[in-house]
């Protein structure tokens, strides 16, 4: 039988960091910074431990980062070198500067969309992400119709609560 337990991501990571193991995680993002991949505020993300050593190009890593106020960052690995990583949001124009590895917490290993679950170490779906990651160039034009329904959106509820 399986315990289910709730933990804050700051409590998993003192579980971690305490040497003990510590169990996978759900999480919701709530920032769009991997927009298309995972939509804000809609989709789970399980966390799982894993080792510097062991993160890969490709993978989607949770490491602390002060952007727009949060206090933590979910961003794909992009480039690697010795102990240095660079990570790239999907949703992103340009990627994060370089960091040490050992600032990784955890790394996400499924993606629950709706009735939908992604396995994240799943070869078709890296290939996917792969291929993501090299247009890179061109992302922000990709990315213009999730921007201008995200605009749009806004627009609409903020209409609402006006009128």
Known sequence: MTQ???LSIEQWISLREGGTEAPPIWFTVVGG???PLIRVNRDKVMLVSVEPENIKVGDIVLFPGHFR???YCLHRVYKLDGDRVQTFGDGNPIPDGWFP???IL???KL???GKQTIDCDDPKWQKKAARWVRLWRIRPLLMLPHRCVDKL???VKRTKAHG
Do not use: H, T
Request: proline fraction near 0%.
């Open 106 to 108: 955890g790394k996400a």
């Open 153 to 155: 959106g806004r627009i």
């Open 69 to 71: 106020g949060g206090e």
């Open 33 to 35: 910074s991997m927009r």
């Open 4 to 6: 289910r337990i709730s």
């Open 111 to 113: 993606i629950k969309r």
């Open 101 to 103: 590895r050992s600032r």
